[in-house]
């Protein structure tokens, strides 16, 4: 009996350890040009500027194989394909990292728990929408203006020159723009967490929630706060 429950054992064992692990794989997306991206996932997204059009998609076989890229007019949209079937388990639902080149960004809308790396953003105009619990770090943005939008537990990193920055963070977002520089800026912020930034000319900044807003540089500061969290502004 006991040498019966020893080979079964055994058995077991070897069964397990012959169950192949997830595959990694790369699946390569044909999608034509575009500069407005809207991610709907749990995706790790990388964008590189400046370069043509191209995605990637890396991970498990079965985790790639529910990615949907799709371009429509100039907006690409990331998000779960509802369209496969098939198994549903660990594997199904690992990371995956998606690799993208665009030559220029105009729009970009994060929904979810998903992370968005972005080398740099230049042009006339960059509209950044963060909701939910997703990060984003923008290594350098170049722009005339920078809208800002944040809702959620979200977090953005951002660092480079703007002339005129909006700004809208509530819930727990929080904004790292240590190493950004605008001209001027307009912030509303009814965050519980911290905002950072850095005005050169003028900042207004109106504060209703419990974070703490901080403003270096010398700016001209208009500031009306109203909730619990304290504001330090320019001069």
């Not at 939008?149 to 703007?162: F, I, Y």
């Not at 009306?224 to 001069?235: D, H, I, K, P």
Request: proline content about 2%; overall charge positive.
């Amino acid at each position: 009996m006991v040498m019966a429950g020893l080979q079964h054992w055994v058995m077991a064992g070897v069964l397990v350890a012959a169950t192949p692990a997830a595959q990694a794989a790369d699946r390569g997306f044909t999608i034509t040009d575009f500069d407005r991206i809207r991610i709907d996932g749990p995706y790790a997204v990388q964008i590189t500027t400046g370069r043509g059009t191209t995605a990637k998609a890396s991970g498990a076989r079965e985790a790639i194989e529910r990615v949907s890229l799709q371009v429509q007019g100039r907006t690409l949209t990331i998000r779960p394909d509802r369209s496969v079937w098939g198994a549903n388990g660990a594997a199904a639902t690992s990371p995956v990292t998606i690799s993208i080149s665009t030559r220029e960004l105009r729009t970009v809308m994060l929904y979810g728990s998903g992370s968005l790396q972005i080398d740099r953003a230049s042009g006339p105009r960059l509209e950044l929408i963060v909701q939910g619990s997703g990060r984003v770090e923008v290594g350098r943005v170049e722009t005339d203006r920078l809208d800002l939008g944040m809702t959620g537990s979200g977090a953005a990193k951002l660092a480079g020159s703007v002339k005129a920055l909006n700004a809208v963070v509530r819930g727990s977002a929080s904004v790292d723009g240590t190493a950004l520089t605008a001209n001027d800026i307009i912030l509303n912020t009814e965050s519980a967490s911290n905002v950072t930034l850095a005005a050169k000319t003028s900042a207004k900044v109106q504060s209703t929630g419990a974070g703490n807003t901080s403003i270096t540089g010398k700016a001209a500061c208009t500031v009306t706060a109203t909730g619990a969290g304290l504001v330090q502004c320019g001069r």
